[in-house]
């Protein structure tokens, strides 16, 4: 199995090379295409691709979407749910349903329409999600297993 220093090295031979054509068309093009360069195995599992702790992530130059870097419920069990009620908001592709669609960091609490929304925390082997909404005070905590 390959280490991070070996990874470094492919990646940066990769980026010595330029312009590679992707092997395979629509979204996923990109992603399966490096990892065919740097060998490693499609897979669809919800983990890091290499060694248990190192995730590829790729992306087309100019591409409007954001990246997903990982995607975990957090805990207690349905906390989702009271998310989605409290932060949640109706558009009108949403059919009336509400969604919840937002982008958070670490150094402040974010503008979820027009109010004060979400904010990350790091505590030893948590991630805290920070909510401050209407007085109501939320903290939902995901574990990062080792």
Do not use: W
Not at 10 to 25: H, I, W, Y
Not at 38 to 54: A, H, S
Not at 136 to 144: A, D, E, K, T
Request: net charge positive; proline share 3%.
């Amino acid at each position: 199995m390959a280490t991070f220093t070996d990874v470094v090295k492919k990646l940066q031979g990769l980026k010595e090379k330029g312009f590679v054509k992707t092997r395979r068309a629509g979204p996923t093009g990109i992603g399966k295409t490096l990892e065919d360069l740097l060998d490693i195995t499609e897979n669809n599992i919800p983990g890091p691709d290499l060694n248990e702790e190192i995730e590829l992530k790729s992306a087309r130059k100019n591409a409007g979407s954001m990246v997903t870097l990982f995607t975990k419920s957090p805990l207690p069990y349905g906390v989702n749910s009271i998310l989605l009620k409290e932060l949640g908001y109706v558009t009108s592709e949403s059919q009336g349903e509400k969604i919840l669609h937002t982008t958070i960091n670490g150094v402040s609490f974010n503008t979820l329409r027009g109010e004060i929304g979400l904010k990350i925390d790091l505590a030893d082997d948590k991630i805290i999600f920070a909510c401050n909404k209407n007085r109501i005070s939320l903290i939902i905590i995901v574990r990062i297993i080792k």
